[in-house]
């Protein structure tokens, strides 16, 4: 079922997503060589407790795996998304995917993005630029009467025109009372098809974009998704209000 949501309810979720932004901003700034990922998680679930939220993450659970134990999701280079913080020291010329989700008043926001640690070869900033530029080009598309495959179409055209493939076994998603909410928003898919989108209907779209293959593995933990050639992945993620014009990016601040 697609949740249309109320002014009040859409005013919470973009409370939660300007939590998001701003906690993604703070980790970013963080992020440098010699750091351990955990204390990324660390200083964003202070943050996110620091606004009377609750990190979405931590204690989710997925079907044939614990419970998520962190507050955000760090992935680094061949790591697609669902990494999880420990004691892993970041080093110079790597890409980290920074993921993380706030509930608060009962709704969620979710959103992501991808930095270098120092300086990153050229293949890696390409991979970041157009992974990026993606997640826009999917954005546009997400205008009242538009498909949700407008989206998907949108951001498959821009990535494969330059060179990357986009990862098909993982997708966006609706968002408000849960964290994942029904219409499922592939990155991929043929224009005009798909449910259609109405004002009042937020989605986090999020294209993940690998190097190589679009195809991936779980790693032995359950929750880190890999590359399965082991070449480097990025992931950009926003929260999108569909409303009578243009769409709104509520995880900006």
Known sequence: MVYIKTKKEIDFIRDSCRIVAETLRLVANNICPGVETIELDRIAEEY??????????????????????????????????????????????????????????????????????GKISSDKQK???????????GIKEARLGNRVH???????????????????DLCGHGIGKFLHEEPAVP???VRGTGPKLKKGMTIAIEPMVNTGTYKVKTAKDGWTVLTQDGLPSAHFEHTILVSNGSPEILTVC
Not at 83 to 88: H, K, S, Y
Not at 127 to 137: C, P
Not at 152 to 165: H, L, M, R, T
């Open 187 to 189: 990155n991929y898919g």
């Open 48 to 117: 996110i407790f620091s606004n009377n939220a609750k990190a979405a993450f931590k204690g989710y659970s997925q079907a044939g795996s614990y419970d998520y134990p962190a507050s955000i999701c760090v992935s680094i280079d061949d790591e697609v998304v669902h990494g999880i913080p420990g004691d892993r020291v970041l080093k110079e010329g790597e890409i980290v995917s920074i993921d993380i989700g706030v509930l608060k008043n009962g709704y969620f926001g979710d959103a992501a993005l991808s930095v270098a640690v």
């Open 127 to 137: 991979l970041l630029d157009v992974t990026e530029k993606s997640l826009y080009e």
């Open 150 to 168: 407008d989206i998907s179409f949108a951001v498959q055209n821009y990535v494969e025109a330059n060179g990357f493939a986009i990862v098909k």
